[in-house]
């Protein structure tokens, strides 16, 4: 019966799923729905930007507007890829304008753009909104300069952790006149100098800019005369703050502060005067976003003292200069916290101070809607990790990385499979898990069992053979993404189960027990995945021998057969 | 699990049998393949050091302490001279009563604190109190010399002799990283440095350095898992704020701290306090231990607060005061001047001996005067 609906009652039907795994699933059901989905799908997300072609995209949905892609894998952020690996944007943008591809949205991750892309994207698309770029290299000033000078609708520029050549062209100066309707921007990435008249300007016409971060260039008088402008801030990033708190700045930018009420989103202070927070003291009872893990300067007691003022705090990222007893702070004030992210810091500012499995339990203990959690931390107990899991079973990101990888129980000295197995037991809602420390083979058993939901997992110095390794293949029926590192999972368990991989978006694994002959077989069985080798340096030359380990594999399903720009050391067999 | 100990080297000295003893009994050239022990305890213990002296044997067998060598401080891999290491050799090895199991650097957080916590009740407990956090040994349960990394047994390695050992039984796989890293090492190799000062925290990459293997051969490549962006801006952030002029940054303020007497100086990191008193109990706490003999033993907590109470009097009585050196080069009594001001001009420290002392206070007023 529903094939006799009319399309136009599906087309209505349709608008409303927004997210894409709802309209994937749609478009499986029939040819008819097939159709009114790929023709009214705005927003395209893609994964693995060699799981298809940019041309398949288009002519799958010639009416997207938004279009997510995610180059390297994940590990390339830990340098385990070498440079030119691969990622580039630019044949997406080629075939984006050929095509005559209505875009207004592009948001990269870990790819790599060159002024060239940013040249050719900001003359294509007239109405191009929105650029957002994590993680990503290769392009300089000059293609932001482009950007800035021709997409007249510009909304959106948010540049995040990229690593950008700085030209010293004045792109910010680019901005015409005309251009009004910035709503975010977002440079604290960006090393160089920036015209900071230009940006003045910039923010006094910008009446929408909701969301401002900038970066360490800007001084403290410019930013305080820019807040003066933007009241209506909702985020703000500054990394260059005031010093002196008997400054002229300082008092200024306290009273400018006073007004910024609608701020919710504070980021930044890489460089900054502790003595100078209480300027931020009163906008802190609002602040729902707070991300401290680049103020290497603030000290714990500083930071304690700020953290206590931010009751409605959500998120929270910080150092771990903040100590257990910060996160006891965190514990008793941050009622309503949902995400927390506690990095190490950097050598040369560590006290006495770090993180151990007690900050985080007091965390679980005072936070029971946190669900999303990276910790940083000398030491873990099962114990602790199973008080955690029953205090907070809402975890959907669970990741906890031991500074030492194979650092057993504190206190027992046992692998901490069970208090990982507590985790994933009880947290049944959890999406991505990282493990380290001591583990056995023990801790995948659980993890097979108990995460049902589980999309991704990274592994790294765990495990004690192929079993390991197969409990979690055969047990987590939703994983998307698995990567390991440095564990002993061998053949044996590679290839158990080759269609597993067709489920998955992608495999890594490094230093493993995996071997040339290995990958062959499963190359040879599986033509929808690529199964690519990196090869640095002279561990493989010519033939190599079936018996040898391979380094580094990835092994992803594509639609579109070996990638035509790998690199030389990188071989898809 | 056996203690990895092969034997009390060098003959009993000391009570404390078997963590501490010499690094070098366990050290097993790590440049070789197969299992590994190493001595992760006693001073050794930030491991960075211990098992440095890998190769060192012959450190356990001299006696002098060349000890005012011996800095407290963090040696980063690859960066520690041959001389230093076995200084650190020697340090170990040598007298046992003496030990305090001090860690190295008190105020790395990391090291320490696993440190503090290996370390076995049976040894004196020493510097636990200082560090702060840390106030007191919650896990003192490993008395018979289990180390972190030896839990699994087959061998108390570092990941990289872990996954060794483990990956033994599935091929015949020598020393594998030493494969990765010579494999990325091209490209990676000038990484390493860079990213050590951030990853100090980590034993293991602190731990097999020696100046005579390769750097990158012992780091393990990207652990912990941190962007480069973040760890390049961090360090950056680092360098700018020490070069940062008459001011100190808003980054760590570390000074030496020395004591007449004292085998070896500590560092404490100024910006951790804020009152004179919070630092004065601090040196109090750390150097306690050298103002009394024979202070090990089990019931720490009672022999501490016997030990401050005694070293409160030594200290404010007239045998001890803290001396500092400003940016001149004078050497002028700690409390005269405002705290901040204090901190911007304190280059080191010194617990004198107070009939040393005489004739600090008059200059001290003179030159805060002449300071402002």
Known sequence: MINYFPEEVLWHVFSFLTSHPDRNAASLVCKSWYNVERFSRGKVFIGNCYAISPERMISRFPRVRSLTLKGKPHFADFNLIPQ???????????????????????????????????????????????????????????????????????????????????????????????????????????????????????????????????????????????????????????????????????????????????????????????????????????????????????????????????????????????????????????????????????????????????????????????????????????????????????????????????????????????????????????????????????????????????????????????????????????????EIRDSPFGNMALLADTGKYETMRSLWMSSCGVTFGGCKTLAEKMPRLNVEIINEGDEMEGRPDDRQKVEKMYLYRTLVGPRKDAPDFVWTL | MSPPLLGVEGGGRGNAPLMSSSASVDCISQSGSGLKERNYLGLSDCSSVGSSAVSNVSGENKNNLNLNATELRLGLPGSRSPERDSDFNLLTSGKLDEKQLFPLLPSMDGICSLSQKSIVSGNKRGFSDTVDGFSEIKNSVFTDGKWMFNANGSDSGTPQSVVEAKLAGNAGINVMLSNNSSGTQPSMKKEVPTRAPQEGHNKLNGSNNNSSAPAAKAQVVGWPPIRSFRKNTLATTSKNNDEVDGKPGPGALF????????????????????????????????????????????????????????????????????????????????????????IESCKRLKIMKGSDAIGLAPRAMEKSKNQS
């Open chain 1, 84 to 482: 030119d690996w691969g990622g580039n944007v630019y044949p997406w943008i080629v075939a984006m304008a050929k095509g005559s591809t209505n875009l207004e949205e592009l948001r990269l991750k870990r790819m790599v753009v060159s002024d060239e892309s940013l040249e050719l994207l900001a003359k294509s698309f007239p109405n191009f909104k929105s650029l957002v770029l994590v993680s990503c290299e290769g392009f300089t000033t000059d293609g932001l300069a482009a950007i800035a000078s021709n997409c007249r609708f510009l909304r959106e520029l948010d540049l995040q952790e990229n690593e950008v050549e700085d030209r010293r062209g004045q792109w910010l100066s680019c901005f015409p006149d005309s251009c009004t309707s910035l709503s975010s921007l977002n440079f604290a990435c960006l090393k160089g100098e920036v015209n900071v008249a230009a940006l003045e300007r910039l923010v006094a016409r910008c009446r929408n800019l909701k969301s401002l971060r900038l970066n360490h260039a800007v001084p403290p008088d410019a930013l305080q005369k820019i807040l003066a402008q933007a009241p209506q801030l909702v985020d703000l990033g500054a990394d260059s703050f005031v010093h002196d708190p008997e400054s002229e700045t300082y008092n200024k930018l306290k009273n400018v502060m006073q007004k910024c009420s609608s701020i919710r989103s504070l980021s930044g202070f890489l460089d900054v005067n502790a003595r100078c927070l209480p300027s931020i003291y009163p906008i802190c009872i609002n602040l729902t976003s707070l991300n401290l893990s680049y103020a290497p300067g603030i000290y714990s007691k500083e930071l304690v003292k700020l953290i206590h003022k931010c009751k409605k705090l959500q998120r929270l990222w910080i150092l771990d200069t903040i100590g257990d007893k910060g996160l006891g702070v965190v514990a008793s004030t941050c009622k309503e916290l949902q995400e927390l992210r506690v990095f190490p810091s950097d050598l040369h500012v560590v006290g006495n101070v770090a993180v151990t499995e007690e900050g985080l339990v007091a965390i679980s203990a005072g936070c029971p809607n946190l669900n999303s959690l990276l910790y940083f931390c000398q030491q873990m107990t099962n114990a602790a990790l199973i008080t955690v899991a029953k205090n907070c079973p809402n975890f959907i990101r669970f990741r906890l990385c031991t500074l030492n990888p194979t650092i057993p129980d504190a206190v027992t000295m046992q692998p901490l499979d069970e208090g990982f197995g507590a985790i994933v037991q009880s947290c049944k809602g959890l999406k991505r898990l990282s493990v380290s420390g001591l583990l056995t083979d023990q801790v995948f058993l659980y993890i097979g069992m108990y995460a049902e939901q589980l999309e991704m997992l990274s592994i790294a110095f765990a495990g004690d053979s192929d079993k390991g390794m197969l409990y979690v293949l055969n047990g987590c029926k939703k994983l998307k993404k698995l």
């Open chain 2, 255 to 342: 000074v030496k701290v020395s004591m007449d007497g004292a085998p070896y100086l500590r560092k404490v990191d100024l910006r951790t306090y804020s009152t004179y008193q919070e630092l004065s109990s601090a040196l109090e706490k750390m150097f306690m231990c050298f103002t009394i003999r024979q202070c090990g033993s089990q019931e720490a907590p009672g022999r501490e607060m016997l030990g401050e109470n005694k070293f409160k009097d030594l200290l404010h009585g007239s045998d001890y005061v803290l001396t500092f050196e400003d940016k001149d080069g004078d050497w002028m009594l700690v409390g005269d001047v405002p705290w901040e001001m204090f």
